[in-house]
């Protein structure tokens, strides 16, 4: 927040590390709204005003957030509708000028509570969705602000109001509980279940720009509500019986240390959602007094927040499907036997023979049946023929500037880090998507009606640092359908017979080919067929390495069945 000069010094220790900006603005939103400008006027004099700081002073912040904490009331209060309405084309407006300057926003930015939400109260959200569809198409993000108090926990599950030790004495009492959402804080799971994912928007990104506790209400008696500080005094007098964690259940009573251990209890929750990028704690700094009782800055709360990102970084991985360790070939200093394409800096097996984007539908250890993999193709393989996988790997190798992954379920891989932490982590430059489906069906639907983001433009020439290389050495198979199996068909009576094995299905002899990897099988599809040369020389030449094998079926299962031999299946 108008403070950008520890960029640098950040991007240097953590390069893929997400930076948001907020600048200063004297004029509000309300006051644009009520001066008579269109939102597309209002968003270009927001954007105007701002552009000196997104440029001349802070190059290497990216995305950039808006006007603070919107609130045009209640749904049921007058024109109220119809503000939002204004300000969720403001919004769009904003992103799409943002985008033309190569740039990217965060919309909302709502104050904690806010907008209404429930199973059965959508309308200011639903008045909200065109920003979101913006964010969308833009590689735009949502940001929601979550306080609460007198912990964290406060209103999430059963820790409600219903529940407050004098409604128990009351006749008739049943406990009241709302699982794994909450009111204020984790009140984002809402709106993303309730208001973003029936229209395919829970794709978008979420940032909670502002975390902590604050006086927001609704406490039992006798319990206050504000920040952090101001609640250490009664923290001293509770037992920590009913809290999620241990800590405050045993004799130690630190004020910080709790504080810092209700933050890890909320950040163990985000990390279950794969389309939460992060939250920042509101504050680490500050040069006003009336900011100083939210301050962690100059206490151990950082520390314990630093030691369990530690943690979190050194816990188990993903699981992969079950591959052959293959041990990398011994260095040499012979010339290669076949012509390759130029090589960068770093010269590695698998190097693209050009850029080119790249989608991957990321299937789930979860989706054993092979009709996933048949719906993905039902709804795509005759438009746009993505790569269909299992192997969070394969989707992320390739020296490629241009690489999406749409993780199905990205829930399904079941332990932290979550599938978009650990794609960040092992291959950095991956742009991310997810789309959660309960049956084959519904996928096929999400695909056919929910636009996916367009692909990066691969910009030519090779990348200057090694990008998207293994983080292991691993077996690949890639069976590689020729361009002119544009049926479906094909697609699923490979899947039917070789899933099991949860092989990597493509239209692109490039992405077979691609990836540091001493291992990679590819299985041809009828490769005399519509490629118009040979096929073993075109892989000897760019793709040296390569296993190649060929398999030729006159239909789609007479195909597949000789596949399914090949494997040894």
Known sequence: MDDF???????????????????????????????????EQAAAQFVRDQQERYYSRNPLIKIWEGHNEPSFGGPNESGALARMEWYARFEAERLRLLADLGLRGVAGNFSTGYPEIGPRELRLWQAFLPALEAARSLSGLLGLHEYSAPWIWWLTGNYQEANCPHRRLQAGWREESIGDMGWLTLRYRQVYRYALAPHGLDVVPLVITELGCDAVGHNCPGTPSGAWKDLAGYWNTYDGARDPIDYWRKSERDAERYYAEQLIWYD?????????????VFTFGTNSLTWEPYNVAGTRVPQYLAAHIRQTVEESSLPLPPSTPVDPPPPTTQPPSHPTTPQSNHPTRGQPREQYSRIYILLPPTATDPAWVEAVADATWRERRFTIGASADDAGIGNLHARLV??????????????????AKHYPGVTYVSLRANSPAELAALLRNTPLPTP?????????????????????????????QTDPAWVKAIARA????????????????????????????????SWG?????????????????TVEGRTPDEAAQRVKRVLGL
């Open 533 to 549: 040369g040979d096929l073993i020389n075109w892989f000897e030449q760019y793709y040296p390495g390569v296993s190649l094998e």
């Open 498 to 529: 070789t899933w099991a094995r949860r092989v990597t299905i493509g239209g692109s002899s490039d992405d077979a080919g691609i990836g540091d990897l001493a291992a990679r099988q590819v299985i041809a599809i009828n490769p005399r067929e």
């Open 406 to 423: 749409v993780a199905v379920n990205p829930q399904g891989w079941g332990v932290a880090p979550p599938i978009d932490q650990w794609l």
């Open 268 to 280: 163990r929750e985000l990390q279950k959602d794969a389309y939460v990028l992060g939250a920042t």
């Open 5 to 39: 000069g520890a960029a640098a010094e950040y991007l240097a220790i953590r390069p893929d590390l997400t930076i948001v900006g907020r600048g200063y603005c004297d004029y509000t939103l309300l006051q644009q709204l009520e001066g008579g400008s269109s939102p």
């Open 456 to 484: 990066v433009i691969a910009r030519p020439g090779l990348p200057q640092t090694p990008t998207g290389l293994p983080r292991e050495q691993y077996q690949r198979t890639y069976i590689l359908l020729n361009p002119g």
